[in-house]
């Protein structure tokens, strides 16, 4: 071998020795790294192993944490006093109602207010907000930020609750969500509400606002305190005895429609019940009452099964109307609900009341001019054949006018001792008078038995007395007003007999009735005076004797229109008024009147007619009539009395017949007096401390003569000692047989004597003048009065 092949040779195998090197120490190398990577491997799976040993342990920690946060968070919101609701943000899931929400919306849990309340479109009240503007609402708030608003939730049994919300965004349970806090102020609301409504209703009734715009507030108001409730009122019908319901919302409008009316007696529903006891009425259900027999088809028409009826009285007691709640549901009042209803009630009354004061005031000036303007006619009535036709139209405006179905005018008849219709307004009654038929008669024993009082009293058709007076076919009561003689007790010139159209008479019809009996008494007394002034008259060419009764009878007549038929003596206090008339014939002219007046006042007054003999004693008792009426109409303004009087007395007054009247309205209490002289002699005073004299009163002239004669009043004063006489010319122009007349100057010389005399002024005065004419016969009527202040100065 060459030593360049060993060489060669030797330089292989160095290199392959070196080779062999390399890849064991290659082998190594990786070995090394294999074992540090499986070493390093096991440790991270170790340390992994472990991290997530705690990572588990952090997120159970983190887990149980939550949970007892979410529980704290709910234990929190559910102690709450306010209501609180939270959503989901995005879509307004409901995710959390606290414990005053779900009592408050009467729910067992969150989802069941979700389903029955918030979620439910038909749960909502339809106004004023609903389910979409609630939705609206809550999507108008912006990612950070809060609101706050008033709004009405639908609570338990589908009502209204008023709540002040506060709405504002959060995290519950890891979610976005919004959260609603609400304080319930549904009762401060309604009382908002409800005294809103009382002002406008109380408002309202001071204006004048009409009755049924009244009651459908009230309604509401009620309906506002009650919660849910259907309200109605219905009014009360004095003359037909019935309830008639009232109101323009839609369900006093459908119960109308189904029981308009409803009779005030017991059974007739719960509401005609309580009218008839005047007690208040619960009906816990409709269905199976005995109160509802007959109208239970109406009532569930209506939707209702339960209803409360608590009867309007006025202050005495009377019934004005009955109030009524209806519930859909079967149920009975609280105390609160009850003391609601009861506010409600005398609201209702003072409305009724007010509306009723109004149409009264209204009424009785309507009626003061109808009554007024009555007495006239009955005062004008002719004496001739067309009496009973005139006195019929009369009665038939009476009837008219107050709604009345029949009237009748009844006279006693001193021959039969019986009383006899004179006139009705009936046809068939009234035609067969007209044809000279037998009259209709009433035996005096029968009236006394069936009216044992001169008050109005009702007839019913189980009295005997009953066919005898009833004008009309149906079976209504008759009611009988008396018409009593003047001085003589209990014994009755006539009465008036009527009828309602309905059933019974209202109350105030029946006082304005009294009032025209009065003016009907005047009509039967001139009626009589003229029945037998006309029979004397007729009579007095035949038989002299018998006029001569006649005329006695009419005297007796005549002075039984003035008090005290020509002797009068009235005592009140320190007062003394007496008075003597003495006709110089049969009949005369002269006139006297003492009328006291509610307001603690009297008239007095003094007349002297133009002429002699009858046609003075009718214009005599025309005056009266007309004075007494006028008197008390006018309540002693003896301008106005005055007036009236004189333009009444100029109505077809064809003889031009007049009245000389002295009037003076006298203060009882105080002596002030008010004077009016239509031509007549002027006052004689006699005072203690001065000289007597007569009166200086201005004059105006008589009544009768001139239609725009006008009259002037003066005031003075009639002082405790003082006296002051009226008198008619018949005293001072008395004659005696010699021829000389008595004379004012005569008079005036009486009175220097009069405060001498131990007898009173009148018993003084009257013997002078009776022994001044002595034999001599009488001129003319003879009228004294006198008017005597007693006592200490006031």
Not at 325 to 343: C, H, N, Q, R, Y
Not at 596 to 604: M, Y
Request: charged content about 25%.
């Amino acid at each position: 071998m060459s030593e360049k092949a060993l060489v060669s040779f030797q330089e292989g195998s160095v290199l392959a020795g070196s080779a062999n090197h390399l890849e064991v120490i290659l082998a190594g190398v990786l070995a090394l790294v294999l074992f540090i990577a499986v070493f390093l491997m096991r440790r991270s799976r170790e340390a992994a192993a472990r991290g997530e040993m705690e990572l588990r342990k952090t997120l159970e920690n983190a887990q149980r944490r939550l949970r007892s946060s979410i529980s704290d968070t709910r234990s929190l919101l559910d102690q709450q006093a306010s209501i609180v609701l939270v959503f989901d943000r995005q879509n307004l899931t409901l995710l959390f109602a606290n414990q005053q929400a779900l009592e408050v919306f009467g729910c067992r849990d969150t989802e069941d207010l979700s389903d029955k309340v918030i979620m439910k479109p038909d749960a909502w009240q339809p106004e004023p907000y609903t389910l979409l503007d609630f939705e609206h609402w809550m999507n108008q708030l912006k990612t950070s930020g809060s609101q706050r608003k008033e709004w009405l939730f639908s609570g338990p049994d589908q009502q209204g609750l008023w709540t002040d919300c506060f709405v504002g965004n959060t995290v519950f349970e890891g979610k976005a969500a919004r959260i609603l806090s609400a304080n319930n102020i549904h009762r401060y609301k309604m009382d908002r509400v409800a005294d809103s409504i009382r002002n406008r209703v109380l408002t309202g009734i001071s204006a004048g606002v009409s009755l049924e715009s009244t009651f459908d507030s009230l309604c509401k108001l009620a309906e506002v305190r009650l919660g849910n409730a259907r309200c109605q009122i219905a009014i009360y019908d004095q003359q037909r005895d019935q309830l008639v319901t009232m109101g323009a919302s839609r369900f006093a409008r459908e119960l109308h429609s189904k029981i308009p009316v409803i009779p005030v007696r017991y059974g007739s529903t719960s509401i005609g019940t309580a009218a008839y006891t005047r007690k208040r009425v619960l009906c816990e259900t409709i269905k199976g009452d005995h109160q509802w027999q007959g109208y239970a088809s109406a009532a569930e028409a209506l939707e209702v099964d339960a209803v409360w009826s608590e009867p309007v009285l006025d202050q005495r007691g009377q019934l004005l109307g009955v109030f009524s709640a209806f519930s859909g549901v079967p149920k009975l009042p609280d105390d609160e609900a009850i003391e609601d209803m009861t506010t409600v009630v005398s609201l209702i009354g003072l409305a009724i009341e007010r509306q009723a004061w109004r149409q009264n005031l209204e009424a009785a000036a309507a009626s003061e001019r109808f009554i007024r303007q009555l007495g006239v006619d009955l005062l004008n009535l002719p004496s001739d054949s067309s009496f009973r036709k005139q006195l019929r139209k009369v009665l038939q405006r009476i009837v008219a006018h107050y709604e009345l179905g029949e009237l009748g005018i009844w006279a006693h008849n001193d021959l039969t001792h019986s009383f006899e219709l004179v006139v009705a307004t009936g046809s068939e009654v009234f035609d067969s008078a007209e044809e000279g038929r037998m009259p209709l008669v009433v035996r005096e024993e029968m009236l006394e038995k069936s009216t044992s009082t001169s008050k109005p009293a009702y007839i019913n058709a189980q009295e005997d007395l009953y066919p005898f007076i009833a004008l009309a076919e149906q079976d209504k009561p008759v009611l009988l007003l008396g018409i009593d003689e003047i001085d003589e007790g209990d014994r009755k010139l006539g009465f008036v007999t009527a009828q309602s159209r309905y059933v019974f008479i209202a109350q105030e019809v029946i006082e304005h009735l009294q009032v025209i009996s009065t003016l009907i008494r005047t009509v039967l007394l001139n009626r009589r005076l003229v029945q037998s002034l006309s029979m004397a008259m007729d009579m007095e060419k035949t038989e002299r004797r018998k006029l001569e009764s006649e005329l006695s009878i009419a005297r007796s007549i005549q002075m039984s229109m003035v008090p005290g038929a020509g002797q009068f003596k009235e005592k009140y206090r320190n007062w003394t008024i007496e008075a003597w008339l003495q006709p110089a014939k049969a009949v005369g002219g002269d006139l006297y009147e003492f009328i006291r007046l509610p307001n603690g006042k009297a008239v007095v007054a003094v007349g002297d007619v133009s002429d002699k003999g009858a046609p003075a004693a009718l214009f005599m008792a025309k005056t009266v009539s007309l004075l007494n009426l006028l008197a008390r109409t006018h309540d002693g303004d003896l301008g106005k009395i005055a007036d009236d009087l004189n333009r009444e007395l100029c109505r077809s007054n064809d003889s031009c017949m007049f009245v000389t009247l002295i009037l003076c309205v006298i203060d009882l209490t105080t002596g002030k007096v008010t004077w009016l002289n239509g031509g007549h002699n002027a006052p004689l005073d006699v005072q203690s401390v001065a000289a007597p004299a007569f009166l200086n009163l201005e004059s105006g002239p008589p009544l009768g003569l001139y239609e725009n004669a006008s009259y002037a009043v003066s005031a003075t004063n009639i002082s405790p000692g003082q006296k002051v006489t009226l008198y008619s010319d018949g005293i001072t122009e008395a004659f005696n047989a010699a021829g000389e007349e008595f004379g004012d100057d005569r008079l005036l010389s009486l009175g220097y004597r009069a405060n001498l005399e131990q007898e009173g002024l009148l018993d003084f005065l009257k013997q002078e003048i009776l022994d001044f004419i002595g034999q001599a016969p009488q001129s003319d009527d003879i009228t004294l009065l006198t008017i005597h202040h007693h006592g200490a100065e006031l």
